[in-house]
């Protein structure tokens, strides 16, 4: 009974809501996983007590939370068909949450690694371009898109600032600092004036994300910055740097360009990882002897 059940929804996700052959596949799994954690007892018996047993069972096995947020959603659009279709009368997954997941801490890098990244200097033509570029995405705090769609009408030079529109269609001003500007005058007076990009590629075109990446790969091999650097990292750096000096979390969340400010909260954690580090070596009862 629940195979065809389960059959008849899939068919009813691909031809009604068009569906993807992965997304159905995703789907299938976790009704199966379902079906599997209820044994004997039947669907229309499920009760939300029965539910909220299996979500800890399978929290307990090592599920993380948001793992579990979508094994439950699935559920809930199923028993949702259910009613819709097959007359069952109660969702027992409404009013269910998964457990909190622990929110995974942005790697970013130490001032002192950060310094040593932007102090190389590559032996190249695209030297000028790099150094500016990195050093304006430190600066600033940019998303790695905003910096590679970065274009002239952007930049404020006399004021120092960039004007960015970011996620959403937010629009924010954010300032560049004294090095930042230092190395964008040097790459501005050798770079083509005939494209309107900051940071074009050969052909003149925004370079590619991937291009950025590749080259910061090569900037931090050069350093000898052993860290995982990716693009990022500036980006965190930037925020956790600017708020171990500042500890002012709203004016670090229009920086970033942020909507909540529980998504710039992250960073108070990182914070707090340099501090708790501070305070172990520095202060004289932390070490044990």
């Not at 970013?108 to 590559?122: K, V, Y």
Request: glycine content about 6%.
């Amino acid at each position: 009974m629940n195979t065809a059940l389960l059959d008849a929804y899939l068919d009813y996700l691909a031809a009604e809501r068009g569906l993807a052959a992965l997304t159905l596949s995703n789907y299938e799994r976790d009704l199966r996983l379902l079906f599997s954690n209820l044994a004997e007892k039947k669907l229309a018996d499920t009760l939300t007590h029965d539910i909220r047993r299996i979500i800890a069972r399978l929290h307990a096995s090592g599920l993380s939370g948001k793992s579990l947020a979508r094994i439950l959603s699935s559920w809930r659009g199923f028993y949702r068909y259910l009613n819709l279709r097959h007359g069952y009368t109660h969702n027992p997954c409404d009013g269910l949450r998964a457990p909190k997941h622990q929110r995974a801490l942005p790697h970013s890098l130490s001032i002192e690694q950060t310094q040593q990244l932007l102090d190389t200097h590559a032996d190249d033509a695209l030297d000028l371009r790099d150094s500016a570029m990195f050093e304006l995405f430190y600066s600033s705090g940019l998303r790695l898109t905003e910096l590679a769609t970065l274009t002239m009408p952007q930049l404020d030079l006399a004021q120092a600032e960039l004007h960015i529109i970011g996620k959403g269609n937010k629009a924010r001003i954010v300032p560049i600092g004294a090095m930042a500007m230092t190395a964008l005058t040097q790459w501005l007076a050798r770079r083509d004036a005939s494209t309107a990009s900051v940071f074009p590629g050969r052909a003149g075109q925004h370079l590619t994300q991937r291009a950025i990446a590749l080259r910061l790969k090569r900037r931090a091999a050069l350093a000898g910055v052993t860290a995982n650097v990716h693009p990022h990292v500036l980006r965190h750096a930037f925020a956790s740097h600017l708020l171990q000096s500042s500890g002012d979390l709203r004016a670090v969340q229009e920086l970033l360009g942020h909507a909540s400010i529980s998504t710039t909260q992250i960073y108070t954690q990182l914070d707090f990882q340099h501090l708790a580090h501070t305070y172990d070596q520095a202060h004289p009862r932390a070490k044990k002897k």
